[in-house]
């Protein structure tokens, strides 16, 4: 079982940045990877970036070269960077591990944090 609380959100004006966390407690030991996701208004939740135990990341080409995603070396806390934030980057952002235990993967989600960017 792992915990994720995320925090950071908040509102801001476009152009200006955010650092989001997301703070795991649990068997965090079993966790080889962690995402954040956002879900606009009205739509599908979204992969937004991805960090995996060697270090590989990946991002949505919506934030590529705006976010960065990076974590401590324990998965105690995962961070995403947000910078030169749009008006479409407004959303709620989910953290999500990803774990292996007893042969199995399995899901945790956050509760999620506002990120709301205006004009």
């Known amino acids: 079982q792992v915990e994720l609380v995320e925090s950071g959100g908040g509102m801001v004006r476009a152009g200006g940045s955010l650092r989001l966390s997301c703070a795991a407690s649990?068997?965090?030991?079993?966790?080889?990877?962690m995402s954040w996701y956002r879900q606009a208004p009205g739509k599908q939740r979204e992969l937004v970036a991805t960090i995996r135990s060697e270090g590989s990341t990946d991002y949505a080409d919506s934030v590529k070269g705006r976010f960065t995603i990076s974590r401590d070396n324990a998965w105690n806390t995962v961070y995403l960077q947000m910078n030169k934030l749009k008006t479409e980057d407004t959303a709620v952002y989910y953290c999500?591990?990803?774990?292996?235990?007893?042969?199995?993967?399995?899901?945790?989600w956050g509760q999620g944090t506002q990120v709301t960017v205006s004009s």
């Open positions: 649990g068997s965090i030991s079993s966790i080889f990877a």
């Open positions: 999500k591990a990803d774990t292996l235990a007893l042969s199995r993967r399995w899901e945790y």
